[in-house]
């Protein structure tokens, strides 16, 4: 015996948005073509939340600068990108130049999500964030405040 209904959902995450519209009207051509194969009926609402998260070359090359004359080159990564991280940020994005960064807070070892319950935040990391953070800004204005 099989149901009436069924229900899928999920999550899609690209880098632009010429892909999410390609994937969008694929996703709604298998789901419908599929089910009328099938003498069904397929709805698709598929709902965009963020837009992709894309820095800007410039502010990516200032954070690496920065972040590197202040913790070493061997402290500044870029191994684990692109991400398709889904992230409010993305708005600024659209908008503004900027740079989405991570300071690398995981503890060695540790491989727990941030969003989860097991995620433990790393508070000693708390004063290196407040000083890049610092000195972007400093470096951004040509000022000495640190």
């Known amino acids: 015996m099989f149901p009436d209904d069924a229900f899928m959902q999920g999550t899609i995450r690209v880098y632009n948005q010429k892909t999410m519209d390609l994937v969008k009207a694929k996703i709604r051509l ?3 073509s599929t ?3 099938n003498g069904c009926r397929a709805e698709v609402d598929i709902t965009e939340l963020y837009p992709a998260t894309v820095n800007h070359k410039t502010e990516v090359a200032h954070v690496i600068r920065v972040a590197t004359k202040y913790f070493g080159a061997d402290k500044v990564k ?3 990108l692109p991400l398709t991280a889904s992230e409010d940020f ?4 659209e908008k503004k130049p900027g740079c989405f960064y991570m300071l690398g807070i995981q503890r060695p070892g540790e491989r727990y999500s941030l969003h989860t319950s097991h ?3 790393n508070d000693s990391l708390i004063g290196s964030g407040g000083l890049l ?3 972007l800004v400093q470096d951004r204005l040509n000022a000495s405040i640190l």
């Open 90 to 93: 993305s708005f600024f994005l």
């Open 35 to 37: 089910a009328e194969a």
């Open 119 to 121: 995620y433990n935040y």
């Open 78 to 80: 870029g191994d684990e």
């Open 133 to 135: 953070f610092v000195a």
């Open 30 to 32: 298998i789901a419908e």
